[in-house]
């Protein structure tokens, strides 16, 4: 079975541009949550989402925007680019909530370079 | 504010030694924690987790001690192999948190031949 996929893997943008990543999940997973990863940082929680609606917010700007899709797969938005986004952008999923038992996996992400 | 973060953030062990990497927690209201392994390039690698209503818990290789009393989390390896070389951190979930998970700064373990 395929794991969490993310797209692209690496792009470069300019600062100002707009970016949209993209993930799915594995297959049967409802949940998906978006993290950023900074250089020789642990990942940061930035969305989650469940069955289409938010159900988190981590301590990020309004320039950051996700949604789900009807068939669980999800894009992360980062308008107005600041070169202190360049970061990996990591997308988990599960089945549903960790609360009731279900464990979280990571995909390999997309590599974001702001110049 | 409430933190996981880790004891040391370098281990290096010989191959075959067992390895252990230790973690502090500080949210007392976390029930589930995890340990992801990331190597080089690539997204964090689930490992074993557990829940707070038990104690340790085993997979192949990697036994995971959580020590509730002083907010105490390790991730023990035996018998370390070159493939082990990664950065590990370990995560919480808080009660309620839904899928956010907290990460820690991470340790990383070099694998010495």
């Known amino acids: 079975d395929a794991g969490v996929t993310?797209?692209?893997?690496h792009l470069i943008k300019t600062r100002g541009q707009h970016v949209t990543l993209r993930c799915s999940p594995i297959?049967?997973?409802?949940?998906?949550?978006?993290?950023?990863?900074?250089?020789?940082?642990?990942?940061?929680?930035?969305?989650?989402y469940y069955e289409k609606e938010e159900r988190g917010r981590g301590n990020f700007p309004d320039r950051f925007s996700a949604r789900?899709?009807?068939?669980?797969?999800?894009?992360?938005?980062?308008?107005?680019?600041?070169l202190g986004d360049s970061a990996l952008y990591l997308c988990a999923?599960?089945?549903?909530?960790?609360?009731?038992?279900?464990?979280?996996?990571?995909?390999?992400?997309?590599?974001?370079?702001?110049? | 504010g409430e933190s996981v973060g880790l004891h040391l953030p370098t281990l290096s062990v010989q191959e075959g030694d067992n390895s252990i990497?230790?973690?502090?927690?500080?949210?007392?209201?976390?029930?589930y924690f995890i340990w992801y392994k990331q190597e080089s390039g690539k997204g964090p690698q689930f490992i074993i987790d557990i829940r707070s209503n038990m104690d340790k818990r085993q997979g192949q290789r990697v036994t995971v001690l959580l020590n509730k009393t002083v907010k105490h989390l390790s991730l023990q390896i035996a018998a370390t192999q070159p493939g082990d070389s990664a950065v590990y951190?370990?995560?919480?979930?808080?009660?309620?948190?839904?899928?956010?998970?907290?990460?820690?700064?991470?340790?990383?373990?070099?694998?010495?031949p």
């Open chain 1, 6 to 9: 993310q797209s692209p893997t």
């Open chain 1, 27 to 48: 297959s049967g997973h409802k949940s998906v949550s978006w993290y950023q990863q900074v250089l020789g940082q642990g990942p940061q929680f930035i969305f989650q």
């Open chain 1, 68 to 82: 789900q899709f009807p068939n669980y797969s999800s894009e992360l938005n980062v308008n107005a680019l600041l």
């Open chain 1, 93 to 115: 999923s599960s089945l549903g909530f960790v609360s009731s038992g279900n464990t979280i996996y990571f995909g390999e992400g997309s590599w974001l370079t702001v110049v």
């Open chain 2, 21 to 31: 990497i230790n973690c502090a927690y500080s949210n007392s209201a976390s029930d």
């Open chain 2, 89 to 112: 951190f370990c995560a919480e979930n808080p009660r309620g948190g839904y899928q956010k998970v907290t990460f820690g700064t991470g340790t990383k373990l070099q694998v010495i």
